[in-house]
């Protein structure tokens, strides 16, 4: 057999290609649910890493339950039921604008106190950032926050991933005087008061990035929390004078 | 008088051992004489980017190796069948195929892993050594030795990995695959006088790590020192 005429290496190439994807595709099909389960854990993890809790990735699937007490679904200021608020795909939402938005929100009760805990989604430079901010009871305080990223340039744009750069959040206020949503400011250097943090040298198309980011996920939210923790806080006021 | 023949053929030529002296030498001469990084200098990129810690770097040399052996084994199989014109892209197919594979597989039992690999898994398809030993010996060998191939310059490359991340994670971070080995009290966080070398954790460091690792070996084998 002459391996070099024309027609044999066509069908050669057209078979080995069929061979190659046959066996990559089963191969990706048989993994997949691995890898979702380990996806899975790697949300709980962040998301209660933005509480201050750390815990590996297994241990998170076991610690979740017990700390997130609700999860919610917020869209036009409403409480939208019937949609799951774990699986909501934020990558498709913040296309949409903030009102329109399904926006989850999870709740989560440590040590006795009430914690908002915000999922974000922006842009960074070379692709998609995200993160989880942790409100404390009064909307306004930042209690923690997580970031991560796909393809930030490692050392530079991929920093905001460090605890180094999220601990800076903590105490900060995303609110101004007036109660009206402000946002945190990312600046070059000389974080001075309440709405500021330091961003990342050689990293500031990642940090702006970081910035507008909150700014943008959070107006989902603001008005719906004033509502939801007044009612939750009168609700118990009730019960306690009654 | 067939039979005879037959015979007589078969005793010209013995069965090759397995394990021969010339099949050991497809071992053995990428651990030192040949190895692929510190005499070839090649792979070197990846050997700067994912020896910060010995961890991920075993994780590393057991993919390479996997790559490797399997891709040498299977071009040699096709070796008599492969169109010569087409010959690199079939190559490439068969790495790109076993590095998704790989990455597949990573992503689902080794996660946390995988995402400090990042790109580098990926970037195995890239590595000289793969392409390098699938055209100049798997092309050329029977599927025994392609495999011993494939294993001694696996070995040989994830050697080096091992070695310098070895030092950069000791002298770095102060531990070894994430465990404290450099005692607590010697810090001078803790009153003591040590203080980790930051920059053992940067890519320069990697390069230098590793022209020590030439120096050594070629002052110990001095058949490597070019003359001029």
New interface residues.
């Given amino acids: 057999m002459d ?2 005429k024309n027609s ?2 066509f069908i ?2 057209a078979i ?2 069929v061979v ?1 994807a046959a ?2 595709s089963f ?2 099909t048989t ?1 997949k649910p ?2 979702d389960n ?2 899975e854990q ?1 949300k709980m993890q962040n998301i209660l890493s933005s509480i201050g809790i750390d815990v590996s ?1 297994p241990e998170a699937a076991v610690q979740y339950p017990t700390y997130i007490t609700k999860q919610l679904v917020i869209n036009e200021n409403q409480l939208k039921e019937g949609v799951d608020a774990f699986n909501v795909d934020m990558a498709k939402e913040v296309r949409k604008p903030a009102i329109e938005r399904d926006a989850p929100l999870y709740i989560a009760e440590k040590d006795g106190q009430t914690y908002y805990i915000i999922p974000l989604r922006g842009t960074g430079l070379w692709g998609p950032i995200w993160g989880y901010i942790a409100l404390e009871g009064d909307l306004d305080t930042i209690y923690g926050a997580v970031f991560d990223h796909q ?1 930030e340039t490692p050392g530079l744009g991929a920093e905001i991933k460090e605890a180094s750069f999220g601990e800076q959040f903590i105490g900060k206020k995303v609110l101004d005087a007036t109660g009206d949503l402000y946002g945190i400011n990312i600046l070059k250097g000389g974080a001075s008061n309440e709405h500021e943090v330091d961003g990342i040298s050689g990293g500031t198309i990642t940090s702006v990035g970081v910035e507008d980011m909150i700014k943008d996920c959070l107006k989902s939210y603001i008005p719906f929390l004033k509502e939801y923790s007044g009612a939750t806080a009168s609700a118990t006021a009730q019960q306690v004078t009654n | 008088m067939a039979e005879v023949l037959d015979k007589e053929i078969v005793e010209k030529k013995p069965k090759e051992p397995l394990f021969s002296k010339r099949n050991r030498a497809l071992i053995n001469d990428p651990l030192n004489d040949d190895n692929p990084i510190t005499v070839q200098v090649l792979g070197i990129c990846s050997a700067l980017a994912i020896t910060v810690k010995l961890y991920p770097a075993v994780v590393m040399a057991i993919s390479v190796l996997f790559v490797l052996a399997v891709g040498n084994v299977v071009v040699s199989l096709m070796r008599n069948l492969i169109p010569n014109r087409i010959r690199i892209i079939v190559q490439l197919v068969v790495v790109a195929a076993l590095v998704v594979l790989v990455d597949q597989v990573l992503k689902a039992f080794v996660y946390d892993v995988s995402k400090e690999l990042s790109v580098f898994v990926g970037l195995i398809i890239t590595n000289c050594i793969i392409m390098g030993r699938l055209e100049a010996f798997a092309l050329g060998n029977k599927p025994w030795r392609s495999f011993l191939d494939g294993v001694g310059n696996a070995f040989g490359y994830g050697m080096i990995l091992i070695i310098v991340a070895f030092f950069r994670e000791l002298l770095g971070s102060g531990t070894l695959f994430g465990v404290q080995v450099v005692p607590n009290s010697w810090y001078m966080a803790n009153g003591g006088y040590y203080m980790d070398n930051g920059f053992m954790l940067l890519p320069p460091m990697a390069l230098i790590t590793v022209g020590v690792i030439i120096w050594v070996q070629r002052s110990r084998n001095t058949k490597l020192i070019e003359e001029n």
Wanted: hydrophobic letters at 60%.
């Fill in positions: 391996v070099n044999y290496t050669f190439a080995m290609v190659v066996a990559l191969a990706a993994l691995f890898q380990n996806v790697e990735r393809g």
